[in-house]
C-alpha cells in the first residue's frame, strides 16, 4: 500500500500557461439552477469587495472625470446582478456628485434581480453595449467589471469598438490577471464559504479564461492602454479625444 497521496489538492492551479477559452461557466449557462444563480448574484459583493480593486479605480480614474462637472453619466456594461453599479452611485452620492449610473446586462435573469434592488441616481436595462451605441447615447464614464474573458474573439473587438463610440470621457475595463497566485489563493480562499452558489467554480473558470497583462496588451486595439494592477487585475483604459 502506497503512503503517497495521490490526490491533487482541491487549490492546486492547473496548467494556465494559456487561456482556457473553451471552459464554459455555469452561470452563463440559459439553463442553470435560478437559485444558485441569484445566491451568486448577492455573493458578488462580498467577493468583489475583495478581489475587483473598484473602490481604488473609482477614486483614481472615474471620480476625477465626474468631479470636473459635478457629475455626470456612468456606464456599466454587464452589470450582472448590479452590485457595481449600485456601489458607484453610492460612492459618487457620498462625494456630492450628482451622478446617473446605467446598468445594462443582456441576460434577463440578471436585469430581472437588479432592478428589484434600486438605488436612487441608478436604473438598469437589459442590453447589449452595441444598442446603446446604435441609440448614440454618449457617457462620461464607461466600464466593466470582470466582462473581458467572457469574450471571444469578435465580441471582444466589439465591445471595445463600442466603448470608443459611448465614452464621452474615459472607457475602463476591468478584468482578472490569470496567474497560479491568484487561482491557489482564490481556490483555498473560497474553499469554505459561497457554498450554494456557482462563485467558487465559476471564479476558478473565470481566473483560467482570463488574460495576463501581456496577453491583453498585444490585443488591444490602438488607442487602449494596458495596466497592470496589482495583485491581480488588467485595465483596459481608453480616453476620448471629445
Avoid at 24 to 39: G, K, N, T
Wanted: overall charge positive; glycine content about 8%; hydrophobic content about 40%.
Amino acid at each position: 500500500m502506497s503512503l503517497l497521496n495521490t490526490e491533487t489538492p482541491p487549490f492546486l492551479p492547473p496548467d494556465l500557461s494559456r487561456r482556457a477559452v473553451n471552459a464554459a461557466e455555469q452561470m452563463d449557462s440559459p439553463d442553470c439552477d435560478l437559485a444558485r444563480l441569484e445566491r451568486t448574484y448577492a455573493q458578488f459583493p462580498v467577493i468583489n469587495a475583495v478581489v475587483s480593486g473598484w473602490r481604488r479605480n473609482y477614486r483614481r480614474y472615474v471620480r476625477p472625470v465626474l468631479a470636473v462637472k459635478g457629475g455626470g453619466t456612468v456606464l456599466d456594461i454587464g452589470a450582472g446582478g448590479g452590485d457595481l453599479a449600485r456601489a458607484l452611485a453610492r460612492w459618487a452620492r457620498r462625494d456630492g456628485l450628482a451622478v446617473q449610473v446605467t446598468g445594462i446586462d443582456p441576460d434577463e435573469r440578471a436585469h430581472a434581480y437588479a432592478s428589484r434592488r434600486p438605488v436612487p441616481g441608478l436604473s438598469f436595462r437589459a442590453a447589449l453595449s452595441s444598442d446603446l451605441a446604435a441609440e448614440g447615447a454618449v457617457f462620461d464614464v464607461v466600464l466593466s467589471n470582470h466582462v473581458l474573458h467572457h469574450l471571444d474573439d469578435a465580441a471582444f473587438r466589439g465591445l471595445l469598438a463600442d466603448s470608443e463610440k459611448l465614452a464621452g470621457s474615459l472607457a475602463l475595463h476591468s478584468d482578472i490577471e490569470r496567474s497560479r497566485w491568484g487561482y491557489a489563493l482564490f481556490s483555498a480562499g473560497t474553499l469554505p464559504f459561497f457554498h450554494g452558489s456557482f462563485i467558487r467554480e465559476d471564479g476558478l473558470t473565470s481566473i483560467r479564461r482570463s488574460y495576463t497583462a501581456g496577453e491583453l496588451a498585444a490585443v488591444a486595439p490602438a488607442g487602449w492602454e494596458t495596466r497592470q494592477q496589482r495583485p491581480w487585475q488588467n485595465l483596459l483604459l481608453y480616453r476620448s479625444g471629445r
